[in-house]
């Protein structure tokens, strides 16, 4: 199908609402200021790099 990433048809979001506040990260506890989400009160939130630990490893599509 696609062979290189360059020749992958281009996805065109537009732009991300962002919402502002004063939040501290649940695992390291870093002050975040903005968010591309509106937080909920019973969930956690957390900073770019702990959200990156946490999350499963990528998968390997290639062929």
Partial sequence: MFNDFKDR???DFGD???F???WKCADCEKEITEL???P????PIYCRDCHAKRRPPRRDFRR
């Fill in 16 to 18: 991300r609402q962002m």
């Fill in 40 to 43: 909920s009160e019973d969930r």
């Fill in 20 to 22: 502002k506040g004063n």
């Fill in 36 to 38: 591309p989400f509106e």
């Fill in 9 to 11: 048809p281009k996805r």
